[in-house]
């Protein structure tokens, strides 16, 4: 297990912590990811590292293991809380979740780059899959990419 349960500030200097959800925040989760359209499949309470403030759910993020790789998915920060450093301290957290390398299918690779993602063509088959699902049922006008991010 990764998370312990840390503290951390974000940009305006808000408390807030990344730990595993509840049975409870995991069906809020579960309720975003439904409201921002974000891969619903295979979720397990498990997977996912929560930003909160107290009780306050603020962001979430998981990683998937397929038999042929780990993916980074359903990555998510609540409208008010976006672009004060939550979402990257997620990934970040996730990160040290896997000795492997991290996939992920995205639309801003300009988010993930900077936290050493880098687009790839050459992905497992489960990222294909996901490239497929993602054109398929979450249709956006932006284009997928596949990322990778190796450990050093
Ligand atoms: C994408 C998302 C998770 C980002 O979370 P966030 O908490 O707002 O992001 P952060 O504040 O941690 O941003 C970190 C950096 O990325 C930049 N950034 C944030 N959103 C970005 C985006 N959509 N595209 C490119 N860069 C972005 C920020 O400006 C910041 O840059 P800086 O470090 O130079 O200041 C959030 O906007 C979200 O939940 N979006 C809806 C769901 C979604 O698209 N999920 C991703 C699916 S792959």
Not at 91 to 98: A, F, I, M, R, T
Request: charged fraction near 25%; charge should be positive.
């Amino acid at each position: 297990m990764y998370v312990q349960g840390c503290l951390l500030f974000c940009k305006n200097f808000m408390k807030f912590s990344l730990r595993r959800p509840s049975d409870k925040e995991f069906q809020s989760i579960c309720d975003y990811i439904k409201e921002f359209e974000l891969d619903n499949r295979d979720l397990k309470k498990e997977q996912f590292v929560l930003a909160a403030e107290g009780t306050q759910l603020l962001g979430f993020g998981r990683l998937r293991k397929h038999a042929d790789c780990t993916e980074l998915c359903s990555l998510g920060v609540v409208m008010p809380h976006r672009m004060k450093g939550i979402g990257k301290a997620i990934v970040q957290e996730l990160l040290k979740g896997s000795s492997d390398a991290v996939f992920l299918v995205c639309i801003i690779p300009d988010f993930f780059t900077p936290l050493g993602f880098r687009v790839t063509e050459q992905f497992p088959t489960s990222i294909k899959d996901k490239i497929t699902y993602c054109t398929q049922e979450l249709v956006v006008p932006e284009t997928y990419v596949a990322m990778v991010f190796q450990k050093p």
